[in-house]
């Protein structure tokens, strides 16, 4: 089992930077692929960034890819999201989650992911 608190989120302008933290607890972080997902306003939540347990390898929605980096440190129980030249389509409640399948390594689908943190809101201003 393993429970995920995110934090960082903020007010920022556009072409401002913002790092989110997703805390977890669970002796099994460590050996479990990680997702950042968002949710804006009326639309569907949405796949942004996974990185594998190792930390070695991971991929990026097209719309952040080059803005946004995941990294994670297992030794702290902590991913993060380094977050640079924000825009304001970037507006959204922030999710982190867990892989439910090492074999799905590679999704981007919401259902493939589980044990959600609450989310933390990002707001970007124009």
């Known amino acids: 089992q393993v429970q995920l608190v995110e934090s960082g989120g903020g007010l920022v302008q556009a072409g401002g930077s913002l790092r989110l933290s997703c805390a977890a607890s669970g002796r099994t972080f460590g050996s479990i692929a990680m997702g950042w997902f968002r949710q804006a306003p009326g639309k569907e939540r949405e796949f942004v960034a996974a990185i594998h347990w190792r930390g070695s390898s991971t991929y990026y929605a097209y719309s952040v890819k080059g803005r946004f980096t995941i990294s994670r440190d297992n030794a702290k129980n902590t991913m993060y999201l380094q977050m640079n030249t924000l825009k304001p389509a970037d507006t959204a409640v922030y999710y982190c989650?867990?892989?439910?399948?090492?074999?799905?390594?590679?999704?981007?689908?919401?259902?493939?992911?589980?044990?959600w943190g609450q989310g933390t809101q990002v707001t970007v201003s124009s």
């Open positions: 989650a867990a892989l439910k399948r090492a074999s799905s390594w590679g999704t981007t689908e919401t259902y493939e992911f589980g044990y």
